[in-house]
């Protein structure tokens, strides 16, 4: 059958638009060294707790800037301007192009511009590999590099279990999370490489190197069931499934084979070492390495049978393989029942039949209905990365804390709006199309470019992407910056696979103009802002750092080093990171603390800084209005100050973001108080009428908030219930007496809960008094009749609170 001419056309002028972009055009140690650069921004993530934490991304930002800097001027030396190159590009630039129009609407615009930087980041990462990445050799080495990075997170994960290693954090509730932090992520991380390694080993044919791949796979797979995550075997038995499905006759006979060889031995030897976790040290060890010969073992079988049954029908070939492997294990079983008590308390299946009534799915369930909710109110671009944790409380119909949706498809949806969720499902579609068209090519026997062998790299990536996406929509692995890294780096092979097959046909092009701008743009603001950003945060722990050790300085002179010091950092983070709500909170924190310095001595400089802080405080309210530490922390601010109109608005706005946290309505009458308190001694009595009128509403909101919570999820509430302290009730009760509600003061006072307040001295003046305006003036004597000698001062204030009229 002929060629068609038109496709051999195509075909060479994709081979030479490939050797043009070909980095290895450069010098020889050029290509190299930004190859492996690039896979250094690929291996190292989760060894750095996930880049989980802003500083460690801001850090990546500024490593991924100099590599991105670094290929360009490569690619500018040998006249090669391309960029955008298929439809997969375009929609990851998409994805990246919704979390910055996420800014428009941004709760949290600091936390918003954190996520876009993120979102821009991944991108290049995956624009990076679509460059390095030339032939399936680099694709192979790419796969390795994520294979070895897994293996180190699951030995310093496994060594912690064993109690050979104190990282911090690799064991959390008994469960392994290792450098990741978290055990439901670790094990999808384990699980979704896992598939990797059986891939890789799967396609080898070098005995040696088969061999490492094969111990690799069993080592994760090993530690993913000792992770105890049941979403995270979920996904990879629906990986291995999908594995064995879609790869070609003969490998999917093998991988059946290895798999089967690997979930036997796995299952056993981590059933024991789940019963030694709590203090099997060598043991572990021990089993770990005897699990890795009965794997080497296995893999010897298989070649030997392989070697002498050449010849035989590979039909028959499977089924006498599965016959050995099922017959084996069922005698395995039977024999060594008793040493695998453990393996009969894992019950998948039970476990899916009563998912409905489970604490992780109802809570799931809530946390996508509370997103569903925020959606709506933020639907077309978001409300900025950070919104979730700024915004679930107030939809919440029960108290329960967590910071992530536990669905990264609603998670974008909140973030980046409709527009970033489309992106998202774009990518997915394009990266499914793209291995779509590349098996369709691969059939095309008069065509083919690709071989069998690198298909099965393909279609491993696939499944292993295709198994992280599902956890994800479970789960928030891909809030780590780790696992989304992980997922775009799988894109990015795909991508290449695309590229290096040519099944797009002649890239995409812009003009090289536009490239170079566009470029331009995306590194320096990787470089700059991850700059900026990485001294900003650095400069505000040194000064947090330097302010706590204030308090054990008693010389004057040193304590105002120390104040300049810390002025000067928390500035210099508000500068270099100006959106960000917690350095302005953190610099008004400094100017009251000046503030209050030098009141007794400098009128005017105590002025200046007062109003600094008041300034701070605005802006830090602005730009983190629902960030609970934040406005924890201006509270404190106002304190120092004085300012109770300020205070009371901080508290005020707590109730509101945090409506059923009794804590918020408690620091709420009490702020209210303390108010009155100060009023009173300076006698502006206006100002306590509003203020006591105020502390009357805060039992009515928590009646309110009681009748907007679900009554079936109590069971499930975390924290104290909605009841108001008796210190609370006690400021209502003194409020009321103020506004002449001597009758429900009188209630509340005697009630059960108010009994041991009342006791205490400085409380029964309150008390005796409501009674001697109740009528009750017997019984006030007696309360009082101590005071007058004991303590003069309170009965004083007794005197002066019968005299008082009430201020209504």
Not at 158 to 163: F, H, P, R
Not at 320 to 330: F, N, R, T
Not at 360 to 376: E, P, T, V
Not at 569 to 581: E, N, Q, T
């Amino acid at each position: 059958m002929s060629k068609k001419p038109g496709r051999n056309k195509d075909k060479k002028r994709i081979d030479k638009e490939l050797r043009r972009t070909d980095i290895s055009d450069s010098p020889k140690w050029l290509p190299v060294i930004i190859f492996w650069a690039v896979a250094l921004l690929i291996f190292y993530p989760p060894f750095v707790r996930g880049l989980f934490f802003k500083e460690d991304m801001f850090i990546y930002h500024i490593l991924t800037a100099i590599v991105f800097i670094l290929l360009w001027a490569n690619k500018i030396r040998c006249k090669d301007y391309s960029f955008m190159r298929t439809p997969l590009d375009w929609a990851i630039l998409a994805y990246a192009g919704a979390y910055l129009l996420s800014l428009i609407g941004a709760v949290h615009l600091g936390e918003a511009v954190y996520g876009f930087l993120k979102a821009l980041n991944l991108f290049v990462v995956f624009w990076l590999l679509g460059q390095v990445v030339r032939d399936f050799n680099d694709y192979e080495k790419i796969l390795r590099v994520i294979l070895f990075a897994a293996t180190g997170v699951a030995i310093i994960g496994l060594l912690a279990l064993a109690g050979y290693s104190n990282y911090p954090g690799a064991i959390y509730g008994g469960q392994i999370s290792s450098t990741l932090q978290y055990p439901n992520t670790l094990a999808a991380y384990l699980a979704v490489i896992s598939l990797i390694g059986v891939t890789l080993w799967v396609k080898e044919t070098t005995v040696s190197i088969k061999t490492i791949y094969g111990i690799l796979s069993y080592f994760l797979i090993l530690v993913t069931l000792c992770s105890h995550s049941k979403g995270a075997w979920i996904i990879f038995a629906v990986g291995l499934v999908l594995l064995v499905v879609g790869l070609p006759g003969r490998f999917r006979i093998k991988s059946a084979y290895y798999l089967l060889l690997l979930v036997a031995t796995t299952l056993v030897i981590s059933s024991k070492i789940t019963i030694l976790a709590a203090g099997g040290g060598k043991i572990i060890i021990l089993l770990t390495f005897v699990g890795g010969i009965i794997v080497i073992t296995g893999q010897l079988l298989w070649d030997v049978i392989t070697h002498i049954t050449y010849k035989i029908n590979p039909g028959k070939l499977t089924i006498s393989m599965a016959l050995i492997i099922i017959l084996a294990g069922g005698l395995f079983l039977v024999k060594f029942e008793n040493i695998m008590p453990d393996l009969r308390s894992i019950s998948v299946i039970q476990d899916i039949s009563k998912l409905e009534e489970s604490l992780s799915y109802i809570s799931r369930m809530d946390f996508n209905r509370w997103a569903l909710g925020i959606i709506k109110d933020y639907p077309l671009t978001g409300a900025g990365a950070g919104a979730w944790n700024a915004l679930y409380h107030s939809y919440q119909d029960y108290q329960v804390y967590t910071t992530e949706v536990h669905n990264h498809f609603l998670q974008i949806w909140v973030e980046s709006g409709t527009i970033g969720l489309l992106a998202f499902i774009f990518i997915w579609a394009m990266a499914i199309f793209a291995v779509y068209r590349v098996n369709k090519f691969r059939s095309r026997e008069n065509e083919q470019r690709i071989t069998t062998e690198q298909w099965v790299l393909i279609w491993g990536t696939m499944v292993a992407a295709l198994a992280l996406g599902m956890h994800a929509a479970i789960d928030f692995d891909l809030s780590l910056a780790a696992m989304s890294i992980l997922l775009w780096v799988l894109f990015a092979l795909l991508n290449a696979a695309s590229l290096i097959t040519g099944i797009y046909g002649i890239s995409i092009k812009l003009n090289p103009i536009i490239n170079g701008v566009l470029a331009a743009v995306f590194a320096l603001l990787l470089l700059f802002l991850g700059s900026s950003y990485a001294i900003a945060f650095y400069s505000s722990e040194s000064a947090s750092n330097k302010l706590e050790q204030l308090s054990t300085i008693n010389n004057v002179k040193r304590q105002n080093e120390i104040l300049a010091k810390v002025e000067t950092g928390y500035s210099r983070a508000a500068s270099l990171d100006p959106y960000y709500g917690t350095y302005h909170a953190n610099l008004a924190q400094t100017a009251a603390i000046r503030y209050n310095q030098f009141l007794p001595v400098n009128q005017s400089l105590s002025t200046q800084y007062y109003q600094k802080a008041v300034n701070e405080i605005r802006q830090a309210e602005a730009l983190s209005y629902y960030d609970i530490n934040v406005r924890n922390s201006l509270l404190n601010t106002c304190i120092k100050l004085g300012n109770i109109e300020l205070a009371v608005a901080q508290t005020e706005a707590i109730v509101q973001i945090t409506p059923n946290d009794i804590n918020a309505y408690n620091a709420l009458a009490k702020v209210l108080w303390a108010g009155i308190d100060s009023y009173m001694k300076s006698e502006k009595y206006e100002e306590i009428i509003k203020l006591a009128q105020k502390l009357l509403t805060v039992e009515d909101q928590v009646e309110a908030q009681k009748k907007l919570i679900n009554p079936e999820r109590l069971v499930y509430w975390q924290g104290a219930s909605l009841v108001l302290s008796p210190e609370s009730q006690f400021n209502i009760a003194r409020a009321n007496y103020l506004l002449g509600n001597y009758d429900k003061a009188k209630l509340i006072m005697a009630s059960q809960e108010l009994i041991p307040l009342n006791e205490d001295v400085s409380h029964r003046i309150w008390y005796a008094a409501v009674l001697y305006k109740s009528g009750d003036i017997i019984q006030a004597q007696q309360l009082t009749s101590e005071l007058e000698e004991n303590y003069p001062d309170l009965y004083k204030q007794y005197q002066q609170l019968i005299k008082l009229k009430f201020l209504k």
